[in-house]
């Protein structure tokens, strides 16, 4: 690769040379609202070339880089596209295990209550049920009678 890069140099190099030599006139140039100096039609010709180069080069790393957040933007949209449809689907998951009845509900009716119980207290809840807690903060499900005996039928059978 250096080799070939050599190569263009030095070519590019003996291009200019040849220029210089054979367009050896001196010329003046009208840059329409002043006048430059007389100089060499090879050296104009070389530095105009140059100068072209160098916007062409200049042009093409601008376009490049509009063409390539163009592109980013489109992968960033159809990414945003492919997350919005997977939180989509986990709402729709969520709101299905939120509205689902617990394994409690549904063992021991949608009338069983969550009850914690702290510090050696007497608590009463759904019809006349009592519960008493010594130490420690544990959760019960507090059942009424009726409940109690349908799910102790329910494992029975």
């Known amino acids: ?14 291009y200019s040379l040849g220029l210089v030599l054979a367009n050896n006139t001196e010329v003046g140039v009208n840059l329409l609202f002043s006048q430059a100096p007389t100089m060499n039609l090879g050296l104009l010709l070389i ?11 200049l042009l093409a790393l601008l ?6 957040n163009k592109w980013e933007i489109s992968r960033l949209q159809k990414a945003n596209v492919n997350l919005q449809a997977q939180l989509t689907q986990a709402n729709a998951v969520i709101d299905r295990q ?6 409690e509900e549904a063992v021991y009716g949608s ?9 050696a207290e007497v ?8 519960l008493t807690k010594q130490n420690e903060t544990k959760l019960y499900f507090v ?15």
């Open 143 to 157: 059942l009424t009678y009726e409940q109690f005996i349908y799910s102790v039928l329910i494992i029975l059978i």
């Open 63 to 68: 376009i490049f880089r509009v063409l390539q």
């Open 98 to 103: 939120a509205t689902a009845p617990t394994v």
């Open 1 to 14: 690769m250096r080799f070939l890069l050599f190569v263009l140099l030095f070519l590019s190099f003996a």
């Open 47 to 57: 530095l105009c070339l140059m100068l072209g180069i160098v916007i062409g080069i």
């Open 123 to 130: 608590l009463t809840v759904d019809e006349g049920a009592t």
């Open 111 to 119: 009338t069983a209550t969550n009850v914690q119980v702290q510090d």
